[in-house]
Each structure stands twice: as structure tokens, then as C-alpha cells.
Nanobody, 128 residues
Framework: QVRLVESGGGLVQAGGSLRLSCTSS????????VGWFRQAPGKAREAVAC???????DYPRAGKGRSTISRDHAKNTVDLELNNLKPDDTAVYYC??????????????????????WGKGILVTVSS
């Protein structure tokens, strides 16, 4: 198991950008696939972006075109850059980590409810 902590959330105006970071304690993130997910009030959790141990990425609809996921091995973080934010992007953003066991990285984004380890989440609020 790995303990995850998100940071970088807050209030941003529509059209702005934000960079979220996920770090771990207890184990390095290098050996895990990591995903960013979000849950808006009254809505189901959805995947934004996922990255596997080798750096391959997947961007489902929620993250395609306006987000970039990346690893910083020196800092032991997986970061999510969010651009051109819209009020509909307001949500609690969570990072999750798991071992893919040879599956494609898209499997993590699709089957997010099977992810083993989760952070507590961080709020992103986009004002209009």
C-alpha cells in the first residue's frame, strides 16, 4: 500500500490554469501506475488522466485536450496540469495508484473503481 497526498488545488478563474501534484509516503510512485480522477457535486467519479510506470498516458473525455499528466521522478510526484479551466471542471480531484499487472494504462482510467490506493482529494473551484 501507498499513502497518497494531493496538493495544488484552489480557486481559479475560468480560462485559467492549475497544476495539481500527487506524492506518496511509504513507497515511491515510480513503481505504480497513477491516475487523476475527479468527482463533482452530485456526480459520479470520473477519470481525468492516467500514467503507467513507463510513462505511457491515457486521457479520457474529461481530460482530453486540456490536461497533461506527468511524472517528476526527483520529487516523487505525478502532476496534472489543467488548462483553459471551465466552471464545469469544479470538483474534488483525487489521485489513485495501483499496479497494472501488464494491462494497458487505459485500463486504470476505465476501471477506476478497482484502484487500490487513493488520496483524500483536493478541491478545485473554477469561477465564471
Amino acid at each position: 500500500q501507498v499513502r497518497l497526498v494531493e496538493s495544488g488545488g484552489g480557486l481559479v478563474q475560468a480560462g485559467g490554469s492549475l497544476r495539481l501534484s500527487c506524492t506518496s509516503s511509504g513507497d515511491t510512485l515510480d513503481t505504480y501506475a497513477v491516475g487523476w480522477f475527479r468527482q463533482a457535486p452530485g456526480k459520479a467519479r470520473e477519470a481525468v488522466a492516467c500514467i503507467d510506470e513507463a510513462g505511457s498516458t491515457d486521457y479520457p473525455r474529461a481530460g482530453k485536450g486540456r490536461s497533461t499528466i506527468s511524472r517528476d521522478h526527483a520529487k516523487n510526484t505525478v502532476d496534472l496540469e489543467l488548462n483553459n479551466l471551465k466552471p464545469d471542471d469544479t470538483a474534488v480531484y483525487y489521485c489513485g495508484a495501483d499496479h497494472l499487472g501488464g494491462a494497458y494504462v487505459s485500463a486504470m482510467c476505465i476501471n477506476w473503481d478497482g484502484v487500490d490506493d487513493w488520496g483524500k482529494g483536493i478541491l478545485v473551484t473554477v469561477s465564471s
